[in-house]
């Protein structure tokens, strides 16, 4: 596939419990994005990775949230401690440089 | 920072009319700007984007135009279909976008 992916596609989960969201971006670019979608609401900036550079981490809501990026490449978005709050889309986008973002299909994440 | 805003929540156009959605910015140092059309369920997908060197830009159907003086930014839709029905919403920035909340298109056939 050549587009972004991203697993699982849904998550559900109790409160209280951490859980961790993948994403595979397009191969060769070098930024990655995380952001969050509630229900009827924009997307919300989380966190950039550009290459080997310090991430951007200053959309992050709490320190619940943590993201890395291993090898330039998959990145990972770990939530600790769950809050009914957190439930919402989670969106990771990918770009060559500051090109173009193209996002892959979300993970719907579902806190009880 | 910036902020993005969208004028309409909802459009509803008939199949075969032009569609114009609207969007406004804040920060007149932004410098890229996009429009995303989202279906149900779906991610984000990338429709075109435009960069402040320019006014406007074509794609197939499709047409942004940026106006850099009042902060506005516009996609037009040519002979909308009913496949155009989704949310469609903006970004604006550098690398890091702001996105407005989305305008939900809605074709009547």
């Known amino acids: 596939g050549a587009g972004v992916s991203q697993s699982p596609s849904n998550k559900v989960t109790e409160k209280g419990k951490d859980v961790e969201l993948r994403c595979d971006p397009i191969?060769?670019?070098?930024?990655l994005y995380w952001y969050r979608q509630s229900l009827g609401q924009g997307l919300e900036f989380l966190i950039y990775?550009?290459?080997?550079?310090?991430?951007?981490k200053s959309g992050l809501p709490s320190d619940r949230f943590s993201a890395e990026r291993t090898g330039g490449s998959v990145s990972t978005l770990t939530i600790q401690r769950t809050q009914q709050e957190d439930s919402a889309v989670y969106l990771c986008?990918?770009?060559?440089?500051?090109?173009?973002?193209?996002f892959g299909p979300g993970t719907r994440l579902t806190v009880l | 920072g910036e902020s993005v805003g969208l004028h309409l929540p909802t459009l509803s156009v008939q199949e075969g009319d032009n569609s114009i959605i609207n969007c406004a910015y804040s920060n007149s140092a932004s410098d890229y700007f996009i429009w995303y059309k989202q279906e149900s369920g779906k991610g984000p997908q990338f429709i075109i984007d435009?960069?402040?060197?320019?006014d406007k830009r074509q794609g197939q159907r499709v047409t942004v135009l940026l106006n850099k003086t009042v902060k506005h930014l516009s996609l037009q839709i040519a002979a909308t279909q009913p496949g155009d029905s989704a949310v469609y919403f903006c970004?604006?920035?550098?690398?890091?976008?702001?996105f407005g909340k989305g305008t939900k298109l809605s074709v009547i056939p």
């Open positions: 970004g604006a920035g550098s690398y890091q976008l702001t």
């Open positions: 990775f550009q290459g080997n550079s310090a991430p951007d």
């Open positions: 435009i960069r402040s060197n320019m």
């Open positions: 191969s060769g670019h070098t930024a």
């Open positions: 986008a990918s770009s060559s440089r500051e090109d173009t973002q193209y």
